[in-house]
T-cell receptor
Framework: DGGITQSPKYLFRKEGQNVTLSCEQNLNHDAMYWYRQDPGQGLRLIYYSQIVNDFQKGDIAEGYSVSREKKESFPLTVTSAQKNPTAFYLC?????????????FGSGTQLSVL | GENVEQHPSTLSVQEGDSAVIKCTYSDSASNYFPWYKQELGKGPQLIIDIRSNVGEKKDQRIAVTLNKTAKHFSLHITETQPEDSAVYFCAARLPIKTYKYIFGTGTRLKVLA
């Protein structure tokens, strides 16, 4: 089945620690995205990548980093500089054609601070 | 800047009634408008979408309408069922160059049995 796989489902971070969230897609999508969702709020864009080895900052990139070494993978690192990391993190992907704009989401990772 | 306003923030309906959620977008260049359903602890699921060259689209009990002049689009759910209870998000996509989707703040729909 084609889809977007996020892991782990739950993640705990200790103070001063960097943690990495995994996102893999087998949809052959060019574009991938990371969103942050806080309780009762909408989705805020952290980073996005339109092509391998290239990515752009979203609206709330501070304290986060990404890489795009493979088309299928777009891992997100939450660094110690992110002082309020507790949130639900969503990875998404989309095709790059003008006739197929569907943005599809993974199942999310809940990050909590110990 | 780009913005999508979504109303209402919460909506309760009796089972079998209809539900309507409305969104307004700010950037007239937006050309694609998806709707998502999100259940607790899960990722958003795309349920219906519409492009700017279409005024209405229907898929069984759900439909989306678009008024480009007013920059409004709405989700209509008929014959609501308890399993329709979830948070619904609208979004607007800017033209292909930026790959940017702007999301509304969500509507929590409760269908009362």
């Amino acid at each position: 089945d084609g889809g977007i796989t996020q892991s782990p489902k739950y993640l705990f971070r200790k103070e001063g620690q960097n943690v990495t969230l995994s996102c893999e897609q087998n949809l052959n999508h060019d574009a991938m995205y990371w969103y942050r969702q806080d309780p009762g709020q909408g989705l805020r864009l952290i980073y996005y990548s339109q092509i391998v080895n290239d990515f752009q900052k979203g609206d709330i990139a501070e304290g986060y980093s990404v890489s795009r070494e493979k088309k299928e993978s777009f891992p997100l690192t939450v660094t110690s500089a992110q002082k309020n990391p507790t949130a639900f993190y969503l990875c998404a992907s989309s095709a790059s054609s003008a006739t197929n704009e569907k943005l599809l989401f993974g199942s999310g990772t809940q990050l909590s601070v110990l | 800047g780009e913005n999508v306003e979504q109303h209402p923030s919460t909506l309760s309906v009796q089972e079998g009634d209809s539900a309507v959620i409305k969104c307004t977008y700010s950037d007239s260049a937006s050309n694609y408008f998806p709707w998502y359903k999100q259940e607790l602890g899960k990722g958003p699921q795309l349920i219906i979408d519409i492009r700017s060259n279409v005024g209405e689209k229907k898929d069984q009990r759900i439909a989306v309408t678009l008024n480009k002049t007013a920059k409004h689009f709405s989700l209509h759910i008929t014959e609501t069922q308890p399993e329709d209870s979830a948070v619904y998000f609208c979004a607007a996509r800017l033209p292909i160059k930026t790959y940017k989707y702007i999301f509304g703040t969500g509507t929590r729909l409760k269908v009362l049995a």
